[in-house]
């Protein structure tokens, strides 16, 4: 079975500084995906970034980034030049490539500070 | 505009007391889903739909049904609920239910078991 684990339950940044959210996962698939969501105080949940596991090269959207490390099962995502209206909770997500369930991490609370 | 609705936001209910939460969309996708997210825990999906008259468990599916007679609606069940089924939950949508296709989320019911 798989599983997602993000070790890092709270993390704080000031604004304009960058900040890297862990998350590993354990599998034997070898195609699959990974995701990272964020879910402001509206409890809206906002895709943020998306990489495929055959893709090498990491996937970046804007301010943000992630450091895919296959061998590792790690996928941390990079946040830069951080603002306030970052301040969410951000999960991490993995799902097979033949799709269908969606398995998500506990969690990261994120709190950008003016 | 494209969305996922699910009614109610809010629910607060009995133990015991069958209930039902609705969720529809209107963007034609084959894939839906249901997730309960809990404090400490993220986000654990419950059932999942590939496609009409196709549902398959997700990694809670205990004290849950669900049904998927038409491609736009796929409501979540509680036949007997229970104080542990407090939770918020989610119902999300999209195209093919696989990694490269976007999974839309609805707002959100926050239910309350007594």
């Known amino acids: 079975a798989q599983t997602v684990t993000q070790s890092q339950p709270e993390m704080s940044v000031q604004e304009a500084e960058t900040v890297t959210l862990s998350c590993t996962y354990d599998?034997?698939?070898?195609?699959?995906?990974l995701f990272w969501y964020k879910q402001p105080p509206s409890r809206q949940m906002i895709l943020v970034i998306r990489?495929?596991?055959?893709?090498?090269q990491n996937a970046t959207e804007n301010r943000f980034s992630v450091n895919f490390q296959k061998a590792a099962k790690s996928f941390s995502l990079k946040i830069s030049d951080s603002q306030l209206g970052d301040t969410a909770m951000y999960f991490c997500a993995f799902m097979k490539r033949q799709g269908g369930k969606l398995i998500f991490g506990q969690g990261t609370e994120l709190s950008v500070k003016p | 505009e494209a969305q996922v609705t699910q009614n109610p936001r809010y629910l607060i209910t009995v133990t015991g007391k069958k209930l039902t939460v609705t969720c529809s969309q209107n963007?034609?996708?084959?894939?839906m889903s249901w997730y309960r997210q809990d404090p400490g825990l993220g986000l654990r999906q419950i059932y999942y739909?590939?496609?009409?008259?196709?549902?398959d468990k997700g990694d809670v599916p205990e004290g849950y049904k669900v049904s998927r007679k038409e491609k736009r609606n796929f409501p979540l069940i509680l036949e007997s609920p229970s104080p542990n089924q407090t939770s918020l939950y989610f119902c999300?949508?999209?195209?093919?239910?696989?990694?490269?296709?976007?999974?839309?989320f609805g707002n959100g019911t926050r239910l309350t078991v007594t």
């Open positions: 599998t034997s698939e070898n195609n699959y995906y």
């Open positions: 999300a949508s999209s195209f093919k239910g696989v990694g490269d296709s976007p999974l839309h």
């Open positions: 990489q495929e596991a055959y893709k090498q």
């Open positions: 739909s590939m496609n009409v008259e196709v549902t």
């Open positions: 963007m034609n996708h084959e894939y």
